[in-house]
């Protein structure tokens, strides 16, 4: 296969079921990829730090859904931010703490976890003040 040419690869069906990791190995290089196998659709938006989470096929709103939030700090440091449930709508504010530390995160990485649907990790960046 010639260089930087991009090719697709099925995922056998006995891991779409899953969270697996894919990694490809050709010519001393390595590649990996993680596949989340849910039934999520999370709609992110950074200006407000929220996030809504709905079933993907019906679009109906997933309450009680885990939501934890870490933050990459400007200094490179990475620390647990936040974490809770989302409401009867589906949404959660990931960015709103009552200490002032929003000032200091370069980037929000946010687990999305709920027992029926699945799992998936988003990123985002903090809303601007």
């Not at 989302?86 to 990485?109: E, H």
Request: proline residues 4%; positive net charge; charged residues 30%.
């Amino acid at each position: 296969m010639p260089a930087g040419e991009n090719h697709v690869f099925a995922l056998p069906e006995k891991y779409r079921e899953g969270n697996v990791m894919i990694e490809i190995e050709a010519g001393g290089v390595r590649k990996s990829k993680t596949y989340y196998a849910n039934r999520l659709q999370v709609e992110m938006t950074e200006s407000y730090g929220r996030v809504r989470v709905t079933e993907d096929k019906t679009a109906k709103p997933l309450s009680s859904t885990y939501v934890k939030v870490y933050a990459r700090m400007n200094d490179g440091r990475v620390k647990f931010y936040k974490d809770g449930y989302t409401d009867f709508r589906g949404k959660f504010d990931y960015a709103s703490l009552n200490t002032g530390q929003l000032d200091g995160v370069d980037r929000f990485a946010v687990l999305v976890l709920d027992e029926q649907a699945g799992a998936m990790i988003r990123e985002a960046k903090p809303p601007k003040q």
